[in-house]
């Protein structure tokens, strides 16, 4: 039976702009017929995987986003005397492993026809192999061989890819499914977008006929307590990870520690909106996941949102739960509210 383990938080954010819409403005959604605040789900875990807790959590295992794979490598070639046009058709060899290659006919520099279109996420074990590769090739100064291309993919497999997946349409033999599933973070109640008026003055602009502002201008930003809900398969992760059962418990605690303590970086400097969950419920078992979107369906109002909103939670798991039987979730909460449960159980629950 698979393994499921459902995360289910709930975080206030005061004045913030941590998604932001083609416009600037912060990203929503209308739930229920309220328009909400809305954290995308590919905001959420960039802001996680590239946050300093999961880095040295599980530093040498996460993998790089990139179309410069092949470049990298014809610079190395080329910084070790290989002729340019050699190292341009050798690293586009390389980078044909991973994506598909730009052939621009008149390129703004040679190495450009080095990269690929897509953005390609590379482990660890890849990056390196590529590195070793081009080291060789400038010490023999030849082209690479078809078998040594092949063996670039390495089966060491990045934590971020195992967790969120990789997807290549020119290349889905190396196509990853991603054990994690993260909803989009929508705000519980109904939210109006505001916009800040602000304005910057120049310091050296001092006599009265100069006298006013440098440069005007308006900021969208919105408040609200969000419901975030990520879904893992354990199973699948273990096997993502080559069956690196030690591996999979740091992962796990990591991923989980980010997701109650990492903030997007929208906007930091200007709102400094970071926060940490003010409750959460980790759930592990064999039952197929739900997330518990619909107690919000309805917008929590009042002045006590967070207490309304753990009632709702809460009252809805219960429910669900007596009403289609079958084997009851294992369950662990934390409530930061009244003291309640600690980060180091709720972890230990998660990766157990």
Same mark, same amino acid.
């Given at each position: 039976?698979?393994?499921?383990?459902?995360?289910?938080?709930?975080?206030?954010?005061?004045?913030?702009?941590?998604?932001?819409?083609?416009?600037?403005?912060?990203?929503?959604?209308?739930?229920?017929?309220?328009?909400?605040?809305?954290?995308?789900?590919?905001?959420?875990?960039?802001?996680?995987?590239?946050?300093?807790?999961?880095?040295?959590?599980?530093?040498?295992?996460?993998?790089?986003?990139?179309?410069?794979?092949?470049?990298?490598?014809?610079?190395?070639?080329?910084?070790?005397?290989?002729?340019?046009?050699?190292?341009?058709?050798?690293?586009?060899?390389?980078?044909?492993?991973?994506?598909?290659?730009?052939?621009?006919?008149?390129?703004?520099?040679?190495?450009?026809?080095?990269?690929?279109?897509?953005?390609?996420?590379?482990?660890?074990?890849?990056?390196?192999?590529?590195?070793?590769?081009?080291?060789?090739?400038?010490?023999?100064?030849?082209?690479?061989?078809?078998?040594?291309? +092949?063996?670039? &993919?390495?089966? !060491?497999? /990045?934590?971020?890819?195992?967790?969120? $997946?990789?997807?290549?349409? @020119?290349?889905?033999?190396?196509?990853?499914?991603?054990?994690?599933?993260?909803?989009?973070?929508?705000?519980?109640?109904?939210?109006?977008?505001?916009?800040?008026?602000?304005?910057?003055?120049?310091?050296?602009?001092?006599?009265?006929?100069?006298?006013?502002?440098?440069?005007?201008?308006?900021?969208?930003?919105?408040?609200?307590?969000?419901?975030?809900?990520?879904?893992?398969?354990?199973?699948?992760?273990?096997?993502?990870?080559?069956?690196?059962?030690?591996?999979?418990?740091?992962?796990?605690?990591?991923?989980?520690?980010?997701?109650?303590?990492?903030?997007?970086?929208?906007?930091?400097?200007?709102?400094?909106?970071?926060?940490?969950?003010?409750?959460?419920?980790?759930?592990?078992?064999? +039952?197929?996941? &739900?997330?518990? !979107?619909? /107690?919000?369906?309805?917008?929590?109002? $009042?002045?006590?949102?967070? @207490?309304?909103?753990?009632?709702?939670?809460?009252?809805?798991?219960?429910?669900?739960?007596?009403?289609?039987?079958?084997?009851?979730?294992?369950?662990?909460?934390?409530?930061?509210?009244?003291?309640?449960?600690?980060?180091?159980?709720?972890?230990?629950?998660?990766?157990?």
């Amino acid at each position: 039976m698979t393994t499921f383990i459902q995360l289910h938080l709930l975080t206030a954010y005061p004045a913030a702009n941590l998604n932001r819409d083609d416009t600037g403005k912060p990203k929503t959604v209308t739930v229920g017929g309220a328009s909400r605040l809305r954290v995308s789900s590919q905001s959420l875990k960039r802001a996680w995987r590239t946050s300093s807790l999961f880095e040295e959590a599980l530093a040498g295992h996460i993998g790089t986003r990139t179309a410069r794979i092949g470049r990298d490598a014809a610079q190395m070639m080329v910084s070790n005397g290989v002729a340019e046009k050699n190292a341009v058709a050798w690293g586009a060899a390389i980078a044909d492993v991973f994506g598909t290659v730009k052939k621009e006919k008149e390129p703004k520099d040679a190495l450009q026809n080095t990269e690929t279109y897509e953005l390609v996420h590379i482990s660890p074990c890849e990056r390196s192999a590529v590195q070793a590769l081009a080291r060789r090739l400038s010490e023999e100064n030849r082209l690479p061989e078809k078998a040594e291309l +092949e063996l670039l &993919r390495q089966e !060491a497999m /990045a934590v971020d890819i195992a967790l969120f $997946g990789r997807m290549l349409a @020119s290349r889905p033999e190396h196509n990853v499914e991603a054990a994690c599933q993260v909803a989009h973070a929508f705000g519980v109640g109904e939210s109006i977008v505001e916009d800040d008026f602000f304005t910057a003055v120049d310091d050296l602009r001092k006599d009265a006929d100069a006298a006013g502002a440098g440069h005007l201008g308006e900021l969208g930003f919105g408040s609200a307590l969000f419901y975030t809900y990520i879904c893992i398969n354990r199973d699948l992760l273990l096997e993502n990870l080559n069956g690196n059962e030690v591996l999979v418990e740091k992962t796990l605690r990591a991923l989980g520690e980010c997701s109650l303590k990492i903030s997007p970086s929208g906007k930091q400097n200007s709102f400094a909106s970071r926060a940490w969950a003010s409750w959460a419920m980790a759930e592990k078992g064999s +039952e197929q996941p &739900r997330s518990l !979107a619909a /107690a919000f369906w309805q917008p929590v109002g $009042g002045q006590d949102q967070l @207490s309304e909103a753990v009632k709702r939670i809460t009252g809805l798991h219960d429910r669900i739960a007596a009403v289609y039987g079958g084997e009851k979730t294992a369950h662990v909460q934390l409530d930061a509210r009244l003291g309640q449960g600690s980060l180091s159980d709720m972890l230990d629950f998660i990766s157990a």
